[in-house]
């Protein structure tokens, strides 16, 4: 399935989700699973299904740190069972959960790690920052500069649901209204996906 085709039923996506993970093709397997957080966040604001694609991209909804707490642990699962499948481990959800928490034991979460010379850990970790000179920094790489293989760092991917902002947040950012690219990290929504991620382990058993 095409990122610009309408999503169908929740099954027929997540098995083009797996279809396109199987075929190692991550960044269409990123956009898709962007889109599936996506529609469920807006059904659950509108009560009703919402097709996101083939909107303007300009009207598209983006996840908030509330947002975020409304996607359902069923959902989050389903994605990451099969990202954590056809990577083995390596890509998914619960290896970014696992290098947050880690994180968490020795640097307390400040929403004031948000700048180019002091960025949060877990961007380094999992090889989102930029890199100058060799060594990263605070700012973002754009979207298309991600490593789509699996020779990117353990919890790399899935990434889009991150970088997709408004314009007008990423200029606040220090983006240049591509979304989180060449932006600093937000930390609030880092965070409260990073929390209802926890809370999902914790009721579903997720991992």
């Known amino acids: 399935m095409l990122a610009s085709e309408p999503i169908g039923s929740l099954d027929a996506t997540l098995n083009d989700l797996s279809l396109l993970l199987n075929d190692e093709d991550w960044e269409m397997a990123d956009r898709l699973t962007a889109d599936l957080l996506l529609e469920a966040v807006m059904q659950n604001a509108l009560g009703e299904e919402v097709l996101l694609r083939g909107r303007d991209a300009r009207q598209r909804p983006h996840l908030t740190p509330q947002t975020l707490a409304t996607i359902p642990c069923q959902l989050l699962q389903a994605i990451d ?13 619960s290896p970014q959960l696992q290098i947050y928490s880690e994180i968490l034991k020795f640097e307390p979460f400040d929403p004031a790690l948000h700048n180019w010379s002091n960025p949060h850990p877990f961007f380094a970790e999992v090889g989102w920052l930029m890199l100058f ?19 990117a760092p353990q919890g790399h991917l899935p990434a ?6 408004p314009r007008l947040a990423s200029l ?3 983006g240049f209204l591509t979304g989180q690219g060449a932006g600093f990290g937000d930390l609030s929504r880092l965070d409260a996906m990073m929390l209802r991620l926890s809370r999902c382990h914790q ?3 997720m991992g």
Do not use: C, I, K, T
Request: proline share 2%; hydrophobic share 45%.
């Open 81 to 93: 069972d099969r990202w954590q499948s056809a990577s083995g481990g390596h890509f998914g959800f």
């Open 160 to 165: 889009l649901w991150y970088w997709q902002v």
């Open 203 to 205: 009721a579903e058993g």
């Open 133 to 151: 000179s060799l060594r990263p920094v605070g700012f973002l790489r754009f979207y298309n500069w991600l490593d789509f293989d699996l020779e």
């Open 172 to 174: 606040r950012m220090g």
